[in-house]
């Protein structure tokens, strides 16, 4: 069983603070994925890395995938209180013909103005 | 809106009743995928479909059946309900049947058994 563990579970910060959260497994993913969901909603996309070394930013936010692409972190500069949410990565996993996708249990970030 | 549709939002029913979640894709996603999110063990796949057709299978219970239709609309059933039934129902759409890709995500049914 692949497992995603997302560290810390959950982060409370002052807005304008930077933070890092992290996705790490034993296993190796083609491709992860981060998300975040606020409070009744479903998770949203916000961005997808599939090469061992990759960095990409969206805006003020920073996701690096591992050069053996078993782990991942997402770096926040400057926080929000709109980044309030649960951020949580998933790692896609080729099973025969098919791509399997394993979330994290997620970190519960909360930007406090 | 993310554009997949899930239906009701809100779901309260007594033990051992049956309920169907419905789910529409967002337009010209042939994949749906059923997710079920609790407090304690997250986001755990259910079940896919591609075109209409099984595609792989999750940890679902065999109290739990779904279906996806023609004009790829998919239900998901739950029946002989229990407390621990009560979760977040989450169904994703993807362009893809496989693929390392990300999924679109509705906004949910929460389902409530007491």
């Not at chain 1, 933070?19 to 992860?32: A, M």
């Not at chain 2, 479909?49 to 609309?73: T, V």
């Not at chain 2, 979760?87 to 906004?107: D, K, N, R």
Request: glycine share 12%; aromatic share 10%.
């Amino acid at each position: 069983t692949q497992l995603l563990e997302q560290s810390p579970q959950f982060l409370s910060i002052q807005e304008g603070e930077n933070l890092t959260v992290y996705c790490n497994s034993s296993s190796v993913f083609s491709s992860l994925q981060w998300y975040r969901q606020e409070p009744g909603e479903g998770p949203v996309l916000l961005v997808t890395v599939v090469t061992g070394g990759e960095v990409k930013k969206l805006k003020r936010l920073t996701f690096q995938f591992g050069d053996a692409r078993k782990d991942s972190s997402l770096h926040i500069t400057a926080a929000q209180t709109g980044d309030t949410g649960l951020y949580l990565c998933a790692g896609a996993s080729s099973g025969g013909s098919n791509y399997k996708l394993t979330f994290g249990k997620g970190t519960l970030l909360t930007v406090n103005p | 809106d993310s554009g997949v549709t899930q239906t009701p939002k809100h779901l309260i029913t007594a033990t051992g009743q049956r309920v169907t979640l419905r789910c529409s894709p967002r337009s010209g996603d042939l994949s749906v995928y059923w997710y079920q999110q609790s407090l304690d063990q997250g986001l755990q796949f259910l079940i896919q479909y591609y075109n209409g057709e099984e595609r792989a299978k999750g940890n679902i219970l065999e109290r739990f059946s779904a279906q996806q239709f023609p004009d790829l609309h998919s239900e998901l059933n739950l029946s002989s309900l229990e407390l621990g039934d009560s979760a977040l129902y989450f169904c994703a759409s993807s362009v893809f049947g496989t693929g390392p890709y990300g999924y679109t995500f509705g906004s949910g049914t929460r389902l409530t058994v007491v």
